[in-house]
């Protein structure tokens, strides 16, 4: 209901910054967090964040996964959205380090740390989680049984167990052991809250955070950076020798779903993947080529949008119908990729 106070974590991240925005719009006040205070201070300067600027506070906080990190934080809380997590772009291991320790732990810790904390707050109805597609991929990759079988909401793969070598894969298996903890907490200690497991796929469109007041003087390729990086990188002349699985869903699609799980009447204890059915329609990479070339044909010619690469698609068939049900149809890949480019333009015109 308007006016009740949600805690946002990872409230600097891409995805975080626009879920902040849908939910201060949908009337809400936020309490969001992070763990740098001057990333979440930049937020007190972006536009749409700025005119709701009484209803938002923000709160640093250096560990999620210590086991107070949200003591005090949860008071007056009626729902809270779990975004903070690491992402690929952690990196790899050094000094003692393993992907465990840099990935596996802190996504599970965290997770447990924020669940085991609400308990103590009788306020707290629901809680959503921020997933993620990968923890439907099997470890197999991309077999042939794996591209022709339609994932669905709750398909979900067991914890990882094998090795992990690379940050992608550690990534995952960090989404898959922070879904099964939180799903297997709420089994054994019967919370009085419910959760609900938002499970989007790469997530592309406007970057929250980047605007032309920004002091960042390298807010275009700010646009670019994350999972609009990696899915509009052939507009960038880079060819990518690997494949990424083909599914993509718009920013504003996964805020929105966020913002109306808090109160949807029957979402507690539901999975629900975001993706959009351009995917199973024949949707490729390469297509934002062709769109790019008909919405943006100034800066195709003038070389502000070099084009030239390729991104390989991984054939993958994800039924989003479910979500699409409960959160309204979900936009295209063509207005995925307007979006991020439209940004991307608006901040080069702006000299950024
Ligand atoms: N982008 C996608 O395509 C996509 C797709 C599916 C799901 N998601 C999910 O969406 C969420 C946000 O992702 P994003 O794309 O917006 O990425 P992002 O901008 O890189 O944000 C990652 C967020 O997680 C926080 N974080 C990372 N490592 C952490 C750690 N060890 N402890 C505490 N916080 C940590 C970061 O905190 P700081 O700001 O303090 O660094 C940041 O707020 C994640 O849960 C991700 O799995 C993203």
Redesign the pocket.
């Known amino acids: 209901m308007p006016g009740e106070l949600v805690l946002v974590?990872?409230?600097?991240?891409?995805?975080?910054?626009?879920i902040l925005r849908a939910i201060l719009e949908a009337g809400y006040r936020v309490r969001g967090t992070?763990?740098?205070i001057d990333?979440?201070e930049e937020l007190r300067s972006v536009p749409s964040l700025q005119m709701h600027e009484q209803n938002l506070e923000l709160v640093q906080?250096p560990?999620?996964?210590a086991p107070d990190a949200f003591k005090d934080l949860l008071q007056g809380v009626t729902y809270v959205v779990?975004?903070?997590?690491?992402?690929p772009?952690?990196g790899v291991p050094s000094n003692g380090e393993t992907y465990d320790s840099?990935?596996v732990q802190?996504?599970v810790k965290?997770a447990l740390s924020l669940l085991e904390t609400a308990r103590r707050y009788p306020s707290v109805k629901r809680i959503i989680?921020?997933?993620?597609?990968?923890i439907y991929l099997s470890e197999g990759g991309e077999n042939d049984a794996e591209k022709e079988k339609m994932l669905r909401d709750d398909d979900i793969q067991p914890v990882s167990t094998s090795p992990i070598n690379d940050p992608l894969w550690a990534?995952r298996a960090s989404?898959l052991a922070a879904y099964h903890a939180a799903v297997d907490f709420v089994k054994s200690e019967k919370p009085q809250y419910e959760i609900v497991h938002i499970?989007?796929?790469?997530?592309?469109g406007r970057n929250e955070k980047v605007h032309v007041s920004s002091a960042s003087s390298s807010a275009a390729s700010d646009v670019m950076?994350?999972?609009?990086g990696?899915?509009l990188c052939p507009l960038f002349g880079i060819k990518s020798p690997q494949g990424v699985h083909g599914a993509?869903?718009h920013?504003d699609d996964?805020a929105k779903a966020h913002t109306e799980a808090l109160t949807k009447a029957d979402a507690g204890g539901q999975n629900y993947i975001?993706n959009s059915p351009d995917w199973n329609a024949g949707a490729t990479y390469d297509d934002a080529l062709d769109i790019v070339k008909r919405r943006f044909p100034d800066e195709v010619a003038s070389g502000v949008i070099p084009m030239g690469g390729t991104l390989p698609t991984i054939p993958v068939k994800i039924d989003s119908s479910k979500a699409e049900r409960a959160f309204g149809k979900f936009k295209g890949f063509e207005e995925q990729v307007v979006d991020a480019v439209g940004q991307y333009v608006e901040m080069r015109k702006a000299g950024k």
């Open positions: 974590t990872g409230a600097s991240s891409s995805v975080g910054g626009a992070g763990r740098r990333q979440l906080v560990d999620m996964a779990h975004t903070a997590s690491p992402m772009t952690t840099l990935y802190p996504a965290g989680i921020t997933s993620s597609m990968s990534y989404k499970i989007p796929s790469f997530v592309v950076s994350g999972s609009n990696i899915i993509t869903v920013v996964v975001l």
